[in-house]
């Protein structure tokens, strides 16, 4: 029967057909037969490889708990989204007064009443589906805040405003604010739909004048007190953010913060909860004006407290009066800066001299310091290495770069040889198949003959013969000589290592290329794969087409030489291992390779961060992680040292700084992951060095937070900076010195002002990773002091900081670098090395502290301009110390000639090339006791006379008459100095 005033409708039914029924049922029935197959494939082969690759490399529970934390988040929240949107859109839907689709049935045509409601609910139904998986997608990513979130640990320090835990900041408030972000997404996205359903029902309904029907209305209604009450919690969270605000000039809640927008803050919650309860208020009394005016109240109070009241006070209030106010927080800003980037033990030795109190005896004191004074450059020694000892062109002494470049991959460590600690250079002979010839590049060949680089070469940082290299480590196989024969190499072959290194597939019945022949030996060397890293695939059909299809290599379907022990190793760059075993560290971005002294193994070192962006009041840096991406940070540990084996990928994670609340955090969600740094052999734990990245920032960081009174902090009077690298050519950019590793002994440890508790003094000489520091913006001037970061136990990490008295001026290293190019007898010299075809630059300059004075030590290489390969020769060794510099053959020769009575030791060191360079390149032995501006003279008139007899064949003759008469000046001036007639 019929409502009143509403037509009746007479519907005929037709027998529907069983053919459109059975085509449904297979068109069904196949698309879910493929979309099965598509998560397979998409799905499962990915997680069970990926879980035998975890298996593989002992850490499954990283596998385990990221899944099932990923899956638990993903279901929840898709959950949660299909719920309120579904429900909302259900309950407008529903709502609906029957009338309407009795009306829209009559627009429409001839249907059943309750079909289009049925069908607009499968459409939401649809529809929420698909909006809820992302929602999912967007939650599982997630997982890593949750699990902090869950697992979090103090750090036992509150924040002076709110009085919390700083690990509330760090682990809990990230995962609020992405539950905050979603439920305001949700409510909106639902709200959006119920308006969109209403209007639509006003418009079907040929009325489109007006507001929102009442079916509409009353879920429209709920969802903004939800909206209000999700906004609300929002804005305390802000309230935490103020502890973040960065406001020019600190960091962290200022005056106008605490005085002002936190006043703001409370009454937008207040006005926000007040509009939620009007909001549900209006549901029983149909008052909208209520939550309307507290709405309203809310938006004026966000301008007028929360943006124009608090930037008058900063006008009229703080800025007249910025300091006075700002005090407190200025201090805050400073203490918790140091805390964050673990500065706030920091050595400080005041008032180190920087001294000319150098001579012969303090010298020979520091031998160990001058026998380790880097002067191979990185960049130079690749080249040499590259053209000298990688024999074959598929080998290669780089790394590849996550942006695709290649830079050359020569690492700094020392060694104890002969009870004398080395500083060394060492490089791993890596393999680059894609370099092999076009020929050559087969399938069989890239898999499963070229599968492993062979070898390093060591050399000793100072060394040279003939302006080449004087090498510990060198040849196939790789053997050990001079001071190093001791070292021995127990699996030379790399499997793993810093190139582009693909799948290779190991311990099948075909040999691999192990290394070339080399001198007698005319035979290639082969070798079988010995190691127990890798996945084991065998003969199993089963595991063939899961990495046929996860590699997309299906050649292996179709090989025959696979035995049943046949594996794939796979993830092959060290970084990518850690990254997945670890993937909450940040890797430092100079892994290096150490020689285990125990088993001979190589090693790879990975220097691991725990960073956090929410340390309350703590400034903010960028970690840059690669040529392509940087990190924003505002705390920063370097607590995890990771290994990996060169040979059989076994990744290690060690412990480094168990006091680290993240790292705790960590342990608790991956139990077992990190081993007790006592479990590394005290052999390796010798080797294991500041890393560059965190000194960087910690210098950076310092320069500007090393003064206790807010009121210097303020003026800014005190700031430092890193000193410019000084240019070799004018064509360089600027740019910011690099931080260098130095042996040496640090002096005045036992006295000086400290920031700590006294400690012993060091005796003899250990290995730090030091930097000058310059004034702000006069990095190409004087230096005022110098950091240092020790790396020896028992006091790694410790930080040392050495300034100079205040009315001491101290050349920096671009002064230093333009007196050398200006010096005339230096210059000439210059000149002559760079003429014929060659190029003469200078490598980095290293400012090295002896004792109490410092000196100057640059290496100076030349090349060959017209080879495609140019080969690098060490040819000189400048020396600079006070007012005079020196350039010699040698550093103990540039000494000599500093110090009459230092006697230089006999050690293969760089002579002068033989080339057009060479001319004006002899060097002057030390005669007797000359007082040191003799020698000066001496080296004067040499280089003087080298270059009127080049001028001479050269046929400028104007040149030369020019020189012979500075030539003529200066033995006369020599007479006069030694009292000749």
């Not at 709405?295 to 007028?304: C, H, N, S, V």
């Not at 001979?600 to 960073?611: A, N, R």
């Not at 200006?822 to 010299?829: A, K, M, R, T, Y």
Request: with cysteine; hydrophobic share 45%; charged share 15%.
């Amino acid at each position: 029967m019929a409502r009143p005033h509403e037509p009746e409708i007479i519907v005929l039914h037709e027998q529907p057909s069983a053919f459109p029924r059975r085509l449904g049922l297979i068109f069904l029935i196949a698309f879910l037969v493929l979309f099965g197959l598509f998560l397979v494939l998409h799905n499962f082969v990915p997680i069970y490889t990926d879980w035998l690759w975890f298996r593989e490399v002992g850490y499954p529970q990283v596998f385990f708990t990221e899944v099932i934390s990923k899956s638990l988040l993903y279901f929840a929240a898709a959950f949660l989204f299909f719920v309120i949107f579904f429900t909302s859109v259900v309950v407008t839907i529903n709502s609906t007064p029957d009338v309407f689709w009795s009306q829209l049935v009559q627009r429409l045509g001839s249907s059943q009443k309750p079909v289009l409601p049925r069908l607009l609910r499968r459409i939401a139904f649809v529809v929420a589906l698909i909006l809820c998986l992302w929602a999912g997608r967007s939650a599982s990513d997630e997982w890593n805040d949750w699990l902090l979130f869950t697992h979090g640990m103090p750090f036992h320090q509150l924040d002076p405003l709110y009085h919390k835990d700083i690990g509330f900041y760090v682990f809990q408030l990230p995962f609020l604010s992405y539950l905050q972000g979603f439920f305001m997404i949700t409510f909106l996205v639902a709200l959006a739909a119920v308006i969109g359903i209403g209007y639509l029902e006003r418009a079907l309904n040929a009325r489109p004048e007006g507001g929102l029907p009442q079916s509409a209305l009353r879920p429209a209604i709920v969802l903004i007190a939800l909206l209000a009450l999700t906004q609300a919690f929002g804005t305390q969270l802000g309230a935490y953010g103020l502890l973040q605000h960065d406001n020019g000039i600190f960091v962290g809640a200022d005056y106008v913060d605490v005085h002002y927008r936190l006043f703001a803050i409370h009454v937008e919650i207040v006005l926000l909860i007040i509009t939620a309860v009007t909001c549900l208020m209006a549901l029983k009394t149909w008052r909208l004006k209520p939550a309307i005016w507290s709405g309203g109240a809310w938006l004026a109070a966000t301008i007028l407290l929360g943006g124009v009241v608090p930037q008058a006070a900063q006008t009229l209030q703080v800025a007249p009066n910025q300091f006075g106010l700002e005090r407190p927080y200025i201090q805050r800003n400073i203490q918790f800066t140091r805390s964050a980037y673990g500065l706030e033990h920091v050595l400080q030795v005041n008032n180190f001299p920087a001294a000319l109190s150098l001579n012969a005896s303090v010298l020979e004191k520091n031998r160990a310091t001058l026998d380790n004074v880097r002067l191979w450059d990185y960049k130079y020694l690749a080249k040499v290495y590259q053209q000298i000892q990688a024999i074959k062109p598929y080998y290669r002494f780089e790394a590849l770069l996550p942006n695709g470049d290649r830079v050359p991959n020569i690492d700094i460590d020392r060694y104890l040889f002969q009870g004398h600690l080395r500083q060394v250079m060492l490089a791993a002979r890596e393999m680059d198949v894609d370099a092999l010839p076009e020929s050559a590049q087969t399938w069989q060949n890239r898999r499963l003959s070229y599968t492993h680089g062979y070898g390093v070469v060591m050399s000793p940082v100072n060394q040279a013969v003939d302006g080449d290299p004087v090498y510990l480590i060198e040849g196939f196989p790789p053997k050990a000589t001079g001071e190093a024969a001791g070292l021995t190499i127990a699996h030379p072959q790399i499997y793993y290592g810093m190139l582009d290194y693909r799948p290779v597939y190991v311990d099948t019945q075909q040999p691999e290329f192990d290394y070339p022949a080399t001198g007698n030996d005319d035979q290639d060397h082969y070798a079988f794969y010995q190691g127990h890293g890798g996945i084991r695939i065998g003969n199993s059909l089963f595991r063939k087409l899961l990495f046929a299809y996860r590699l997309n290599d299906w050649n292996l379907l179709l090989i025959h030489s696979l035995t049943p022990n046949t594996r794939v190793l796979w993830r092959r760059d060290i970084r990518e291992r850690v990254q997945l075993v670890a993937p909450f560290l940040q890797q430092d971005t100079d892994p290096y390779l150490v020689i285990d002294p125990d088993n001979g193994h190589l090693v790879w070192v990975i220097d691991g961060y725990t960073l956090s962006d929410r340390y309350p009041y703590a400034t903010p840096r960028q970690l840059a992680v690669n040529p392509l991406t940087t990190e924003t940070l505002n705390y920063i540990r370097n607590s995890v040292k990771a290994t990996v084996d060169a040979y059989s990928g076994r990744v290690n994670l060690y412990l480094a700084d168990p006091s680290d609340p993240i790292a705790q955090a960590y342990s608790r969600i991956f139990p077992g992951i990190f081993h007790p740094l006592s479990d590394l052999s005290p052999a390796m734990r010798a080797h294991l060095r500041y890393p560059e990245d965190l000194f960087r920032i910690q210098r950076a960081i310092y320069a500007v937070y090393h003064v206790d009174d807010p009121r210097v902090f303020y003026l800014r009077e005190d700031v430092w900076a890193v000193p410019d690298e000084p240019l070799s050519t004018m064509d360089q950019q600027p740019r910011e010195m690099e931080p260098y590793y130095v042996v040496m002994h640090l002096p005045d440890l036992g006295a000086g002002n400290r920031s700590t508790k006294p400690t012993q003094s060091s005796r003899g000489e250990e290995f730090v990773l030091m930097s000058p520091l310059s004034p702000i913006r006069r990095e190409d001037q004087n230096i005022l002091g110098w950091m240092c970061a020790r790396c020896d136990p028992p006091h790694y990490g410790q930080l040392v900081l050495y300034r100079f008295p205040q009315q001491v001026s101290v050349l920096g290293p671009t002064q230093v670098l333009q007196r050398i190019n200006s010096d005339p007898v230096i210059s000439p010299q210059l000149s002559l090395l760079r003429a014929g075809g060659s190029t003469a630059e200078f490598g980095n300059l290293l400012v090295i502290p002896i004792d109490h004075s410092l000196l100057y030590i640059a290496p100076l290489y030349v090349e060959a301009t017209s080879n495609v390969n140019r080969l690098p020769k060490l040819a000189k060794v400048v020396v600079a110390y006070g007012d005079q510099e020196v350039m010699a053959n040698s550093l103990d020769q540039g000494l000599a000639l500093l110090f009459p009575s230092y006697s230089a030791e006999s050690r293969p060191m760089p002579s002068a090339p033989s080339s057009n360079a060479s001319t004006g390149t002899t060097p002057i032995k030390p005669a007797g006791n000359l007082a040191p501006e003799v020698r000066l003279l001496i080296q004067k008139a040499s280089a003087l006379f080298n270059t009127s007899q080049q001028q001479l064949r050269q046929g400028d003759f104007a040149g030369y008459g020019q020189t012979m008469k500075q030539l003529q000046e200066t033995l006369t001036q020599l007479k006069r100095t030694v009292g000749v007639p």
